[in-house]
């Protein structure tokens, strides 16, 4: 069997403000036999300041990414934004450069989300068997913007929900509705952002699930930060704390 070796790209708001999610991830990898190194000197991504018009900053960000983890065999992320980050716009931020274009292509290839990474690559199917994942009650899933469309990545999720026992998934209506988040999208234009993300909550609780499950901690952030101001018991997980809970 192929040993696989891969580099960790924690996300910023997972390292600074939910470091459960990269512990949940950890955990996950360790228990498939994954070998995994942790650059200590990473940074943002850049996605930021690409989004906000400032290409010379992610520019410079980017070669700081390259530099860092361009010698890794896969590098994979719990983040379906920040991956979209670095699979499509390096590229685009490196247009003019064949150098550097060539470097962004060698990593965008060996760049993956967490649940592409373990349904794509490593083939796990079974996270009851392979994993020993537990979760008892319903859950819903959101599609994150830049995972589901830009990505293409919706059934790897689900295949591995859908594989935990005690965990029934109950689909939400236009579940790849952007729940206004958008990174600095909200901060922005918060009156949009908060009427969409009204939106998203409100078919997230007509479906009754205990908790909203997704692949990118800003959308969860965001959507939990509405479920609490309204009182709500329903908790937004990451998909890597469904994998890593056995239910001791």
């Keep these: ?65 390259l530099d860092i983890f361009e010698k890794s065999e896969a590098i994979v992320c719990p983040s379906g934004s920040c991956v979209h980050m670095v699979r499509h716009h390096y590229l685009d931020l490196f247009r003019d450069e064949p150098t550097q274009h060539s470097r962004a292509q060698a990593i965008a290839a060996k760049t993956y989300e967490f649940s592409e990474y373990l349904v794509d690559v490593l083939g796990v199917t079974d996270p009851g068997k392979e994993l020993g994942s537990r979760f008892h009650g319903s859950i819903t899933y959101h599609d994150s913007c830049h995972l589901s469309r830009g990505l293409g990545i919706r059934r790897q999720p689900r295949q591995l929900l859908e594989n935990i026992p005690g965990l029934s998934l109950i689909e ?77």
């Design 1 to 65: 069997m192929k040993e696989h070796s891969v580099t960790l790209f924690i996300q910023c708001l997972v390292d600074s403000l939910h470091p459960e999610v990269g512990d949940a991830m950890v955990h996950v990898l360790e228990r498939l036999g994954v070998s995994m190194t942790y650059p200590p000197d990473q940074t943002c991504c850049g996605q930021p300041a690409f989004n906000s018009g400032y290409r010379k900053e992610a520019k410079k960000t980017a070669l700081r990414f």
């Design 172 to 248: 939400m209506d236009e579940s790849d509705r952007c729940c206004g988040f958008g990174g600095t999208f909200s901060v922005k234009y918060p009156e949009i952002s908060s009427a969409m993300v009204d939106d998203k909550v409100k078919t997230i609780l007509e479906t009754g699930a205990k908790a909203v499950v997704g692949c990118d901690v800003s959308c969860l952030m965001n959507i939990s930060g509405r479920l609490s101001r309204i009182g709500s018991t329903v908790r937004a997980l990451h998909l890597a704390e469904i994998l890593a809970n056995t239910g001791e």
